[in-house]
C-alpha cells in the first residue's frame, strides 16, 4: 500500500514556475515508477511525466516536454515536478501517482494522491 500527498500547487503569471512534491509513504518506494498527470475542469486526465523506480527511465508528456522536469529522492521518499515557463493551458489539478512501471495509461497506475491545484494567469 502507498500514500501520496502532493503539495506546492498555488497562482502563478505565465511564463513562471513552481515545484510540486509529493510525499509517499510505504517500505517499497523504490520499487514503482513514480509519475504525475493532470486534469483540467472538462477534461480527460493526462499523462505528464514518469519516473521509475532508479529515476534512470523517464517519460514526458508531449505538452510538457522541456518544460517540466521530474525527479525523485528515495532517500526522502518523494518524487517531485519542477514546472518552468509555465503556460495557463496548464491550468490543472496535477495528481501525484505510483504503479510498478512507467506508463502513460490512467488506467494502469494504482495509486493516488488528492491532488494540488495549479493555475497560471495570463
Known amino acids: 500500500q502507498v500514500q501520496l500527498v502532493e503539495s506546492g500547487g498555488g497562482l502563478v503569471q505565465a511564463g513562471g514556475s513552481l515545484r510540486l512534491s509529493c510525499a509517499a509513504s510505504?517500505?517499497?518506494?523504490?520499487?514503482?515508477?513514480m509519475g504525475w498527470f493532470r486534469q483540467a475542469p472538462g477534461k480527460a486526465r493526462e499523462f505528464v511525466a514518469a519516473s521509475d523506480g532508479t529515476g534512470r527511465i523517464i517519460d514526458y508528456g508531449d505538452s510538457v516536454k522541456g518544460r517540466f522536469i521530474i525527479s525523485r529522492d528515495n532517500s526522502k521518499v518523494a518524487v517531485y515536478l519542477q514546472m518552468d515557463s509555465l503556460k495557463p493551458e496548464d491550468t490543472a489539478v496535477y495528481y501525484c501517482?505510483?504503479?510498478?512501471?512507467?506508463?502513460?495509461?490512467?488506467?494502469?497506475?494504482?495509486?493516488w494522491g488528492q491532488g494540488t491545484q495549479v493555475t497560471v494567469s495570463s
Open positions: 501517482a505510483a504503479t510498478p512501471l512507467v506508463v502513460r495509461s490512467t488506467s494502469l497506475w494504482n495509486y
Open positions: 510505504g517500505r517499497t518506494f523504490s520499487s514503482y515508477a
